[in-house]
């Protein structure tokens, strides 16, 4: 029997810097909360909502992922994108995808059009293409280029945004989408955390899990299925996240993450200045932060 509770969390990204002004994601952010929320009390699924929520984000071009992308330093625009149906343990992904507008879109289809996890480069364009997802026809003029000059990390460390969704559903479903354009200055070709399963985007019968920051690490620590196995394993999902960000830290990296268990407990924690957040779940909480003025556990 289910217990008829739901929950959601997304990300804009753990790039956020203290002397930005976010005026326009925070109401933002909080506006897509209330529409899930909405959502799901009417029943959606958790796949749906994580993926309806990824693809505002990308809209909206805010945020470092769908059309408010930034380029690799080669000026291209390649960008990753994953999610995971927690109930079927059912993956969908593609990396380094150009000239698509929303890569969580294209990563749906081939979780449920393909026999594969993940296409990349060229050929998810094709796919793409003959799935008539949306192109884009003029790169520069399309792309908003959101994060530039969020990040002020020195030089040669990877500064980062993406936007990603973890849901909990009233039958006990959970589901986890994620969307980037990576880190800014990437190399041609680099595929981060994001699109891989495990390492960016994870989602099982435990727990969701959406990851952003220096996906190096994430990749390097499986931080979004160790997350959820900690959880398998008896912690709370606020520990069990804090543990995974601990280890990132320990490493060297940064970023945070966002968590829902299958009690609609929530964890958002981050190592780096701050996370546009948002949640909502259905014992009435609901609000949106991006520093520390907002919890990071529910
Ligand atoms: N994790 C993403 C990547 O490495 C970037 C981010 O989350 O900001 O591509």
């Not at 796949?47 to 330093?73: C, F, I, K, Q, W």
């Not at 094709?126 to 026809?137: K, M, P, S, T, Y």
């Amino acid at each position: 029997m289910s217990m008829r509770r739901f929950a959601m969390a997304l990300h804009g990204g753990a790039g956020a810097r203290r002397n930005r002004d976010y005026s326009r994601e925070v109401p933002h952010m909080l506006e897509l909360a209330e529409r899930a929320r909405n959502r799901l009390a009417g029943g959606a699924s958790a796949l749906d909502v994580a993926v309806e929520t990824a693809m505002a984000l990308e809209d909206s071009g805010l945020y470092v992922a769908g059309r408010g992308a930034s380029p690799n330093l080669a000026g291209d625009y390649e960008l990753d994108a994953s999610l995971m149906d927690g109930s079927s343990q059912a993956a969908g992904a593609v990396a380094a995808l150009k000239g698509v507008r929303n890569p969580i879109l294209a990563a749906r289809r081939v979780m449920e059009a393909t026999p594969h996890v993940m296409l990349a480069g060229e050929g998810a364009e094709a796919f793409c293409r003959e799935q008539d997802l949306a192109g884009i026809e003029d790169p520069d003029a399309w792309f908003t280029r959101a994060g530039q000059g969020e990040d002020n990390h020195p030089p040669g460390t990877l500064a980062h945004g993406t936007v990603g969704c973890v849901v909990l559903d009233l039958n006990g479903r959970m589901a986890s989408a994620t969307s980037t354009a990576g880190v800014f200055g990437k190399m041609p070709g680099r595929v981060g955390d994001t699109p891989i399963p495990a390492a960016g985007t994870w989602a099982d019968s435990h727990a969701a899990v959406s990851g952003t920051g220096q996906g190096e690490y994430f990749i390097r620590t499986a931080a979004c299925a160790q997350t959820s196995w900690r959880v398998a394993a008896g912690a709370t999902v606020a520990q069990a996240a804090q543990a995974v960000i601990d280890e990132i830290g320990r490493l060297g990296g940064d970023g945070g993450l966002i968590a829902v268990d299958r009690q609609g407990r929530i964890a958002m924690p981050y190592n780096s200045q701050g996370m546009k957040r948002a949640w909502a779940t259905s014992d009435g909480h609901i609000g949106s932060a991006v520093f520390d003025e907002g919890p990071t556990q529910l």
